[in-house]
């Protein structure tokens, strides 16, 4: 390959906003309204309401089936405020959550991006729950953050629960899913004891993908009966939610 | 015990933390934290009362123990009283009156506590934070010089998702050709390794050299990486560290006084600068001490101010809040963002600190480029040190929206501010000056010469 000459062929290295071109010292028009338009993207993916009904519709497909709870924020912008209340079951509902011991619960958060709940959820839950044969329910949870899980799996008495979450949306990537897999939920469990599977997405990390690493990671927190840095120790090529960049949520 | 008495009505606080806490600016952090005023009054009279407070009681009253906090023992033992003695009457309403009346407060520097600045902003309106920030000369040096009148400085952040170096290297030449640079060229790691660390360190250094710019490169790694890099011989001109303004937050980020003097120690004997030798690079934000349950029950914007006081013990080039990356829990949209940004701003300058600020949000805020646009106006014309040069404002590997090229660039003309003078020289050597941007990149600037190939 020669040497670029023009200031567009930066554009191939990176998909960083380079070379946009400059009117004064300002962004010409086209380059400004993609921004926008971008930025309108993730900000409507953030206030989206997940669609409870559709996600069951297609869990219902591949024969699953889901409950439904709320955290303790009434609304968006409270869960915005009070990361606490997000971590929290409903009262109401922790009620419905009859404990019934078993080995893996599976809750499904609509966390800071419904959309890609609804694009990806249903997917990969199709692709896991059948190689895992897990004897514990799957709920889906609004207003929710990741530690919802542990308040859901203290309930019910689960031995593991993973979360599937809407991550926080970034100016190009509105649907990212992120998964987080927690040995012995209770409330109280930090980022530093759960492993973590983050940009699921068809242009990050496709389902496929992240299903064959949650089967691995589920099989193994099982067998050595934890979750968090001491096992990412042993397998390096998955990070520990510790080390991952966290910017207030989840 | 501290009361005023406001339209019939008497307000107590039990403490100066409480005071300090009830006296702040609505946001959501501290009332996540439960420490927020109660109502509109309620604030105004903690206002009331705090204007009236003495500057000698922030020498008296900690507000977090001087016996188990290294931040307070550092902010009390460092006081110089003589630096003090013209303001120790005072209290902190008078104490505003005289930093609007005065022309120069730097004589005060070393007399001033975090404390007692965080008090006097609260008291301020965002035209007082800059009014009196503006006159706040801080000039620090290391290749080029930072800070002085007239200009700004931006860093250049090239991140990339994967480190990938061609992917660093073409956001670094886009940020070069529109005059981005001056501070710092500094990558925050996507892996936070000694090897990806070292190899970024070789490659920046490795720019700067073959392009002849006068400027200095990070890699924002934590501090004890950037050690481990140091044992290896990379080439390391500034040392990075986030901190905050108790022990605890500093604990939760995994540093300490101690390392924070074995760096400082290093950088000094490594001699790297030519201009100057000031080679710390520290960051900081409101919100880090909640966010690790290390606050004490005090405001974010009072701890905030504590952290400065760990920066300026170790003669930073650079100090940047990050102030909208945290999120809507600590600051929940652009009104709290661009009042937190210039209350940062105006703490840090008047500790004598070479106060930049992240203009940022995350996309979970209530914010948006109008907010930032107004934000970084306001800390133009308080004469900020330095903000942060993204490619588009969109930084693809922490996902925040920062300042761009672009908007260094609109400042600087629309207020008539210049870069770094050695760096201006640089740019007019590149052909780069004058706002004519060709198409075509200068000869001078191959982007081979940046491993571009």
Same mark, same amino acid.
């Given at each position: ?250 | ?44 009279? *903690?206002?009331?009362? @705090?204007?009236? =407070?003495? %500057? ?7 507000? &977090?123990?001087?016996? $188990? +906090? ?98 660093? *290297?073409?956001?670094? @030449?886009?940020? =070069?050709? %529109? ?7 500094? &990558?925050?790691?996507? $892996? +936070? ?98 966010? *690790? ?16 006081? &760990? ?143």
């Amino acid at each position: 390959m020669t040497a670029p000459t023009l200031w567009r062929d930066l554009r191939q290295y990176t998909p960083a906003r380079v070379a946009l071109g400059r009117v004064g010292a300002g962004l010409p028009t086209a380059a400004h309204l993609a921004f926008q338009a971008d930025h309108a993207a993730a900000r409507d993916a953030v206030h989206a309401a997940l669609d409870i009904a559709q996600l069951q519709t297609a869990l219902s497909e591949t024969k699953l089936t889901a409950t439904a709870v709320r955290s303790a924020c009434p609304d968006r912008p409270t869960y915005l405020r009070r990361p606490d209340l997000g971590r929290r079951l409903r009262e109401e509902d922790r009620e419905t959550l009859q404990p019934a011991p078993c080995k893996i619960a599976f809750v499904v958060c609509d966390g800071l991006s419904a959309l890609a709940v609804q694009r990806h959820a249903a997917g990969l839950l199709a692709l896991i729950v059948p190689a895992l044969e897990p004897d514990g329910p799957i709920v889906i949870a609004t207003q929710a953050r990741v530690a919802l899980g542990d308040d859901v799996g203290e309930a019910l008495h689960a031995s593991a629960v993973i979360v599937l979450i809407g991550e926080r949306p970034g100016l190009s990537t509105p649907d990212s899913l992120g998964a987080y897999l927690t040995w012995a939920p209770h409330v109280g469990r930090t980022d530093a004891d759960r492993n973590c599977l983050s940009n699921i997405r068809p242009e990050g990390m496709p389902v496929a993908e992240a299903a064959r690493k949650l089967i691995w990671l589920a099989t193994e927190m099982r067998a050595r009966k934890l979750s968090g840095v001491g096992l990412k120790d042993e397998a390096p090529m998955l990070a520990a939610t510790a080390n991952s960049t966290s910017l207030g949520a989840p | 015990m501290y009361a005023h008495t406001l339209q019939g009505t008497r307000h107590t606080f039990p403490d100066l933390r409480t005071l300090l806490a009830r006296a702040t600016p609505a946001r959501s952090g501290d009332q996540l934290a439960g420490i927020a005023a109660e109502s509109a009054t309620q604030r105004v009279a *903690a206002q009331l009362a @705090l204007a009236d =407070l003495p %500057l000698q009681t922030f020498l008296t009253e900690t507000v &977090v123990p001087y016996e $188990t +906090d290294d931040v307070t023992r550092l902010i009390i033992d460092m006081h110089d009283p003589t630096a003090f003695a013209p303001i120790a009457c005072m209290t902190v309403g008078a104490f505003r009156d005289h930093l609007l009346a005065i022309d120069d407060p730097a004589p005060l520097r070393s007399g001033l506590t975090p404390e007692m600045v965080a008090a006097v902003s609260k008291i301020c309106r965002l035209q007082d934070l800059i009014a009196i920030a503006a006159k706040c000369k801080v000039t620090t040096a290391f290749r080029d010089t930072i800070g002085l009148p007239g200009r700004m400085s931006v860093r250049l952040q090239p991140n990339h998702p994967t480190d990938d170096p061609h992917g660093v *290297a073409a956001s670094t @030449l886009d940020g =070069l050709l %529109l005059g981005a640079g001056d501070a710092v060229i500094g &990558v925050n790691p996507a $892996t +936070d390794s000694v090897q990806g660390t070292t190899s970024l360190l070789h490659m920046l250094s490795e720019i700067v050299e073959r392009y002849a710019i006068p400027t200095q490169t990070c890699v924002l790694a934590h501090l004890t990486t950037t050690m481990r890099c140091l044992e290896n011989g990379a080439p390391i001109d500034l040392f990075f560290q986030s901190i905050g303004g108790t022990q605890a937050t500093n604990e939760s980020f995994g540093v300490s006084m101690n390392l924070l003097k074995e760096a400082h120690d290093a950088a000094r004997s490594l001699n790297r600068g030519t201009v100057g030798q000031n080679a710390m690079y520290f960051e900081t934000g409101q919100g880090s001490a909640l966010s *690790a349950n290390a606050h004490h029950g005090v405001d974010q914007q009072t701890i905030e101010a504590r952290a400065y006081a &760990v920066a300026r013990a170790f003669s930073p080039l650079l100090v940047n809040s990050v102030v909208g990356f945290i999120g809507p829990e600590y600051l929940y949209d652009g009104k709290q963002i661009i009042r937190a940004g210039l209350e940062d701003h105006f703490c840090g300058k008047l500790l004598g600190l070479p106060m930049g600020v992240d203009v940022c949000y995350t996309n979970h805020a209530e914010a948006d480029q109008d907010d930032m646009d107004t934000l970084l106006t306001l800390l133009g014309a308080a004469g900020v040190t330095f903000v942060m040069g993204v490619p588009g404002a969109d930084d693809i590997m922490l996902s925040y929206q920062s300042t761009s090229f672009h908007d260094s660039l609109y400042v600087r003309e629309t207020l008539g501010l210049k870069p770094a003078p050695e760096f201006e020289d640089w740019l007019g050597k590149m052909g780069l000056s004058g706002g004519a941007t060709p198409d075509r990149i200068p000869a001078k600037l191959a982007p081979a010469l940046a491993g571009l190939a």
